[in-house]
């Protein structure tokens, strides 16, 4: 018994990679050493262990939005615009990690999270446009990355200036 994928493995693999060095880079960027334990968080946060199955969910999720997204849309312009608002969320996602951990900048990865909030916003109106089941996958990336921002804000108030 086969599975049914209307577009080949090519866009699953393409899609699995790419969330895979995503999640790699911005992984390899995300030092929790002296300096990020020293720092004031809310007492909220969300538990550092929690962290790698949610983002593991989110890249999932991501991934499914973006082959279903794929499949769905006609080729040419279409599938450019796709392949754009992906590039464009995946390097913003890398650089929020560079930003606040190598950089040791949460003053600046405050302003950068807002453009990665928008991206995945856009994220989802793009692939909303050809796979409505793609942008519902998408939310839970959009609310994370609001925790996150929060956090961010949360953390530049409580330890700023840098």
Do not use: Q
Request: proline content about 6%; aromatic content about 12%; overall charge positive.
């Amino acid at each position: 018994m086969g599975v049914a994928v209307s577009g080949g493995w090519t866009p699953i693999v393409v899609a699995a990679l790419a969330a895979i060095v995503v999640a790699a880079a911005g992984a390899w960027l995300t030092a929790l050493g002296p300096w990020y334990r020293s720092l004031r968080v809310p007492s909220w946060k969300p538990p550092d262990w929690a962290f790698g199955p949610v983002w593991t969910t989110i890249f999932t999720l991501t991934a499914i939005a973006g082959v279903l997204a794929w499949n769905a849309a006609p080729d040419g312009r279409e599938r450019t615009w796709l392949i754009a608002a992906f590039g464009v969320n995946g390097l913003l996602n890398i650089a929020w990690s560079g930003v606040f951990f190598r950089l040791r900048r949460p003053d600046w990865a405050l302003v950068e999270v807002a453009a990665l909030w928008l991206s995945v916003l856009g994220l989802i109106v793009v692939v909303g446009r050809h796979s409505g089941v793609g942008a519902v996958l998408l939310l839970p990336y959009l609310a994370w990355v609001g925790i996150a921002a929060l956090l961010n804000r949360s953390i530049v108030r409580l330890n700023g200036p840098f």
